[in-house]
């Protein structure tokens, strides 16, 4: 009998330009998906997604800013809540953390086949109106550049 996954939280922030804060993982630094993670004891699933955020990415905010996307159960089984956010004054780059590297990317990186992540992004995606062409190939300029500092 397998074990009851908890719930994660995950967070979609956009730019103005359709571009979107994706993070690697530490141990996969190719691999693009939404900042976000599992539900710690004690804490609501919005307090999930704002210290999730803020651990993978450096952006802190309130966890009354968070908008409900959509609930659904991903690939591996785990009960996923997808948040949306509004906040100005971002920064371009981001310094990576223990997570990985944050860094703004097109959409279409997320939902690329070999992501791992890609129909968990693209249902959140979808959910929150963003379209995507599913013929579109990233070219060379579009792959996001880990840059370290400012």
Same mark, same amino acid.
């Given at each position: ?18 571009m979107?804060?994706g ?7 190719? =691999? +693009?998906?939404? #900042? ?10 919005a307090?999930?997604? &704002? %210290?999730? @955020? ?34 100005n ?13 944050? =860094? +703004?990317?097109? #959409?279409?990186?997320?939902v690329?086949e ?7 992004? &693209? %249902?959140? @995606?979808?959910?929150?109106g963003?379209?995507?062409q ?9 792959w ?7």
């Amino acid at each position: 009998m397998s074990e009851e996954k908890g719930p994660a939280a995950v967070v979609l922030l956009r730019r103005s330009d359709g571009m979107v804060l994706g993070i690697t993982r530490g141990d996969c630094p190719w =691999a +693009w998906h939404l #900042p976000g993670g599992k539900k710690e004891p004690g804490e609501s699933i919005a307090q999930t997604a &704002r %210290r999730e @955020l803020l651990e993978e990415t450096g952006v802190n905010i309130r966890t009354g800013a968070l908008v409900t996307l959509c609930e659904f159960t991903s690939s591996t089984g785990r009960p996923v809540h997808a948040f949306q956010c509004e906040r100005n004054g971002l920064p371009e780059r981001f310094d990576p953390t223990a997570a990985g590297q944050p =860094a +703004w990317v097109p #959409p279409s990186l997320l939902v690329a086949e070999c992501m791992p992540f890609a129909a968990e992004c &693209r %249902r959140i @995606l979808t959910a929150a109106g963003v379209l995507l062409q599913a013929e579109h190939v990233l070219s060379a300029s579009e792959w996001p550049r880990a840059t370290v500092g400012s």
